[in-house]
């Protein structure tokens, strides 16, 4: 398993992976593609990973992760947020998506961030050093699903919001 910085070749696998993780998924709009493909056209995908993998001598990409600056009360203080993340269904809970991760916050760390948050389940992200967010708020998310994670900086006080490309419609 190899983790690397995205490249044009990879659009095409990075919206299918987006397309199949999400597919199921309880909550999703099934818009994760158009929000990476959006966040890239208006260069806003400030860290997008692949994993590949190879199988029987050819490389595929089997997982995918993108982060973008998330304002805290709509100032820019050097948080990131992560989202989305899509491993290819059939290659979930073996660890792809947990190195993904770690991967990305290595990327932001050595970009400064001042850190990463996040809405999602904690049973996912505590072990990869997510915790519930205190000074930070998501409107219309439930605190326990607002989880976040230093990096170069404190916690600050205020409520998140995600580029404007997450609202894109299906
Ligand atoms: C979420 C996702 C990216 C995780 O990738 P993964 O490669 O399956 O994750 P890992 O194998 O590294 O999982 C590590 C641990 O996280 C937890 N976990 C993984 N997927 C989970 C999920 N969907 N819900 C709750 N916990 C999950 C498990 O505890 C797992 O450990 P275990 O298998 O020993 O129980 C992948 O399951 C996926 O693409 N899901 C659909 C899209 C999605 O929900 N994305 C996240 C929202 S943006």
Redesign the pocket.
């Known amino acids: 398993m190899n983790i690397r910085p995205e490249t044009f070749a990879d659009h095409a696998a990075i919206r299918k992976i987006n397309n199949a993780?999400?597919a199921v998924?309880l909550f999703?709009r099934q818009t994760?593609h158009l929000i990476v493909d959006a966040l890239r056209a208006e260069g806003a995908l400030t860290v997008s990973l692949v994993a590949e993998d190879v199988l029987a001598g050819d490389v595929r990409i089997v997982?995918h992760i993108a982060f973008s600056k998330e304002p805290v009360d709509g100032r820019d203080l050097g948080w990131y947020l992560l989202?989305?993340?899509?491993?290819l269904?059939d290659?979930?809970?073996?660890?792809?998506?947990?190195?993904?991760v770690l991967a990305g916050l290595a990327k932001l760390r050595k970009r400064n961030a001042a850190g990463c948050a996040?809405v999602?389940?904690p049973?996912?992200y505590a072990?990869l050093g997510f915790r519930q967010a205190v000074g930070l708020s998501w409107p219309g998310v439930p605190a326990k699903f607002v989880l976040y994670q230093p990096l170069c900086g404190d916690e600050p006080n205020g409520a998140i919001s995600h580029h404007p490309a997450f609202n894109i419609e299906a």
């Open positions: 993780a999400f998924h999703s994760a997982g989202g989305p993340v899509a491993v269904p290659l979930q809970r073996k660890g792809i998506g947990s190195k993904l996040l999602g389940d049973a996912l072990r």
